[in-house]
Nanobody, 125 residues
Framework: QVQLVESGGGVVQAGGSLRLACATS????????MGWFRQAPGKEREFVAA????????DYADSVKDRFTISRDNAKNTVYLKMNSVKAEDTAVYYC??????????????????WGKGTLVTVSS
């Protein structure tokens, strides 16, 4: 069984920072890749960032590159998303997801194996 639980969402002012966390249990910490995705109101879910538990694979969507940082704590089986310089367009429900044996292209397309329930981030102006 796989559990992914997101936390850290809330209301943040434009230009501010927020850190999301994804606590994993079950088989999730044996996955190959963990990713963050988001879905804004009225829009499709989109890729934000991903990394591998082992090795140096890290990938970001162009829209968040240089503002967001994905990281992991293997000892705590937790993945983080640090969001800096947030903008109104970052408002969305943010989802954590886990994948096994998936390539970069399909990960970016959201072909993950397990998903969390999401945490809402609202950027106020």
């Amino acid at each position: 069984q796989v559990q992914l639980v997101e936390s850290g969402g809330g209301v943040v002012q434009a230009g501010g920072s927020l850190r999301l966390a994804c606590a994993t249990s079950g088989r999730a910490f044996n996955s190959d890749v963990m990713g963050w995705f988001r879905q804004a109101p009225g829009k499709e879910r989109e890729f934000v960032a991903a990394l591998s538990w082992i090795g140096g694979y890290i990938d970001y969507a162009d829209s968040v590159k240089d503002r967001f940082t994905i990281s992991r704590d293997n000892a705590k089986n937790t993945v983080y998303l640090k969001m800096n310089s947030v903008k109104a367009e970052d408002t969305a429900v943010y989802y954590c997801a886990a994948a096994w044996k998936k390539g970069i292209v399909v990960i970016r397309q959201g072909a993950m194996d397990y998903w969390g329930k999401g945490t809402l981030v609202t950027v106020s102006s």
